[in-house]
C-alpha cells in the first residue's frame, strides 16, 4: 500500500539541515508499508507492545510545505491522461504533463521530477542526483536513498496532473510551487527549487482520500461517529485573537476526556511563554541524559547520553513525531511552574490543574505499578502528587516486558483530559503566541505534521493528535480563504477525542474525521 505520507526537505532558512538519518528511514519504511497501517492514524506518543499507545506515532511522519507560505491556491491544469484509457500506462505518473505558467528553472525541475514518476523511470543516478539536489538536501537525504522513495510512486497506481499551484516567493530567489496528482490514491506533491535553482524541498503526501461520507452538518457528524461505538467527543471552533467561540460541541466534547498527546500543545504553549519572557531561547542547546529517556514513539530515546539538541529541535519533534523524550527534556528544562501557569490559564476545573504527567509517569503509572494505579481515580491533587513518588525509579520494567502496554489506563483516570473547549483555547493561544517575534517558529512547528491530508479548501492545517489503549485523538486548526489574511490567528479548529474499553480499530474513525475536516473547510 502507498505511504501515507513522505518526506524529503533541507531547511536552509535555518542554516542546517532538519532532516536526519533516523527521520530518512522513517520515510522509507512508511514507502514501503512497513508500518501496516490502513490509514495515517492519530499521532500519539510511545510504541510499547501492540497497540498505539498516547505516546505512540503512526504514519505521521513531518511534511512541512517546501514553499515555506502559507497560501498555495491551485489552478486548473488542462488535459491529463485517462488513467483508464488501455492506452495508457497503469502504473505510476501518466504523461502528457501540462505545467501552465510555470517557467525557468522551477518549470524545468518540475518536469525533471515527474518524468522520475513515471512507469518504468529509472533515477536518479547518485551523480544525477548532485546535479539536481542543494547540497543541503543531500545532507539530510543521501543521493543513494532518493530513487528507492520514488520508486514506490511510480511502480504504484496510475496518477495524472490535474492542477498546478502558483508559484510561491520564498525568499531570497527562492521558489516552489504544489502539484495535484489524481487517481486511485491521489497525491499532493510540493517542490523547492533554491536561487542557484536547485531542489531544495521535496514533499509528497496524500490528496484527500476518495469517496468521503459527504456530512451536512456537525449533528450528522455525531450520528456517524455515535454509529462506530466508544465514546466520541466531536468539538468546532472559531479562533481570533488567541480566543476560541463554540460552534459546534457533541455532549462528550463538553467533559473532560481523554487525549493522549494533545496535551503537547501544553508544554509547547509553556515553552513559548517560556521564550517570550527571556528565560529559554529556541536555539538553546539541551542535553540527553538517561534520566529524561522515555519510551517511544520519537527517536531521540535512541540518540547517545549527552547528545545535545536545540530548544526548537525538541519542541518540532515532540509536536511533528510526538517525541515522548523531547517532551519530557522540555518540561523538564521549563519547570513545573511554567506548565501551571499554562493549565491555569486552559484548564476550567482546579482538581484536572495537577500533577501534569509526563509521559515517563503515565507510562509507569498506567502499566507498571498497578498498586498506585488503583488507588489514582480516587485520588485529590495532592493525593495524586504523593502517589507518583511511589512509582518505580525507572522505565528498565516496561523496556524489558513492552507488550504489557495494552489495556486501556484512561478508565481509572490515567492520562491527560481536556474538554474540547480547552483543546481549542491552546490552538487559539499557540496562533497568538505565533504573532509576537518569540513566537516565531511555532507555525512550522505546529504544521510540520498535517495529520490527514489537508483539504483543498484549507491553505494553513496545524496538527496534535494523540493515541493510546482505548483513545485515538485528531485536533486541527485550520486556516482557509474565508478566514483573512494569512498567519494573523484567525481559523477554526476541528477537535475529535475517541474513547472505548477496548482496542480501536482506527480506520473508520480517521475517515470520519477527514470527512470532517473537508466540512471544517467548506463553512
Not at 400 to 418: E, H, I, K, R, Y
Request: net charge negative; aromatic share 4%.
Amino acid at each position: 500500500m502507498r505511504s501515507s505520507r513522505a518526506l524529503v526537505r533541507a531547511d536552509r532558512r535555518h542554516g542546517r539541515a532538519r532532516s536526519t538519518g533516523a527521520a530518512l528511514a522513517c520515510v522509507v519504511l512508511v514507502l514501503t508499508g512497513c508500518t501496516g497501517g490502513d490509514a495515517p492514524t492519530s499521532d500519539g506518543s510511545a510504541t510499547s507492545g501492540t497497540q498505539q499507545t498516547d505516546t505512540q506515532q503512526t504514519d505521521t511522519e513531518e511534511t512541512t510545505s517546501p514553499t515555506g507560505a502559507d497560501d498555495l491556491t491551485p489552478t486548473s491544469a488542462p488535459g491529463p491522461a485517462d488513467p483508464t484509457d488501455p492506452g495508457t500506462a497503469k502504473t505510476g505518473l501518466v504523461p502528457p504533463f501540462d505545467l501552465g505558467r510555470l517557467d525557468g528553472e522551477l518549470r524545468e525541475q518540475t518536469q525533471w521530477l515527474l518524468e522520475r514518476l513515471t512507469e518504468g523511470a529509472t533515477g536518479p543516478s547518485e551523480e544525477e542526483a548532485a546535479e539536481r539536489f542543494s547540497t543541503d538536501f543531500l545532507e539530510a537525504v543521501p543521493a543513494d536513498q532518493i530513487e528507492p522513495v520514488l520508486t514506490q510512486f511510480r511502480g504504484g497506481p496510475a496518477l495524472t496532473l490535474s492542477a498546478v499551484g502558483e508559484v510561491q516567493e520564498r525568499g531570497d530567489g527562492a521558489y516552489g510551487v504544489e502539484l495535484t496528482l489524481t487517481g486511485e490514491q491521489p497525491l499532493r506533491l510540493s517542490l523547492g527549487v533554491d536561487a542557484d535553482g536547485l531542489i531544495d524541498a521535496l514533499l509528497i503526501q496524500p490528496g484527500p482520500p476518495q469517496n468521503l461520507p459527504e456530512l451536512g452538518s456537525w449533528e450528522e457528524l455525531d450520528e456517524e461517529f455515535s454509529a462506530l461505538g466508544g465514546t466520541t467527543a466531536v468539538f468546532v471552533g472559531e479562533v481570533s485573537a488567541g480566543r476560541c467561540t463554540t460552534v459546534h460541541a457533541s455532549e462528550a466534547a463538553q467533559e473532560p476526556t481523554p487525549s493522549g498527546s494533545v496535551f503537547k500543545l501544553i508544554v509547547l504553549t509553556a515553552v513559548a511563554d517560556a521564550v517570550a519572557n527571556g528565560e529559554l531561547a529556541w536555539d538553546d542547546e539541551l542535553t540527553l541524559t538517561a534520566p529524561v529517556k522515555s519510551l517511544p514513539s520519537g527517536e531521540l530515546q535512541d540518540r547517545p547520553d549527552g547528545s545535545t539538541l536545540s530548544v526548537r529541535e525538541a519542541a518540532t519533534l515532540m509536536i511533528s513525531i510526538s517525541d515522548n523524550t523531547a517532551t519530557d527534556l522540555l518540561m523538564e528544562t521549563i519547570g513545573p511552574e511554567r506548565l501551571a501557569a499554562v493549565m491555569d490559564s486552559v484548564v476550567e476545573e482546579p482538581e484536572r490543574r495537577a500533577p501534569l504527567l509526563t509521559t515517563q509517569q503515565f507510562f509507569l503509572l498506567g502499566w507498571d505499578a498497578p498498586d498506585v494505579r488503583a488507588q489514582w481515580a480516587d485520588a485529590d491533587p495532592a493525593e495524586r502528587t504523593a502517589l507518583l513518588e511511589q512509582l518505580p525509579q525507572d522505565l528498565s520494567g516496561l523496556r524489558a516486558n513492552p507488550f504489557s502496554v495494552s489495556d486501556p489506563a484512561w478508565q481509572d483516570g490515567v492520562g491527560w483530559f481536556l474538554t474540547g473547549a480547552e483543546i481549542c483555547t491552546l490552538h487559539a493561544m499557540l496562533q497568538q503566541q505565533a504573532q509576537g517575534e518569540a513566537g516565531e517558529p511555532l507555525r512550522q512547528i505546529l504544521s510540520a505534521n498535517p495529520g490527514l491530508p489537508r483539504p483543498d479548501g484549507a491553505r494553513y492545517q496545524a496538527f496534535k493528535g494523540g493515541s493510546a489503549p482505548g483513545v485515538l485523538a485528531y485536533t486541527f486548526y485550520v486556516e482557509t480563504s474565508q478566514d483573512g489574511d494569512p498567519g494573523v490567528g484567525s481559523g477554526r479548529v476541528l477537535s475529535v477525542q475517541v474513547s472505548h474499553s477496548g482496542p480501536i480499530l482506527a480506520t473508520a474513525y480517521t475517515d470520519l474525521t477527514q470527512a470532517g475536516l473537508e466540512l471544517l473547510t467548506q463553512e
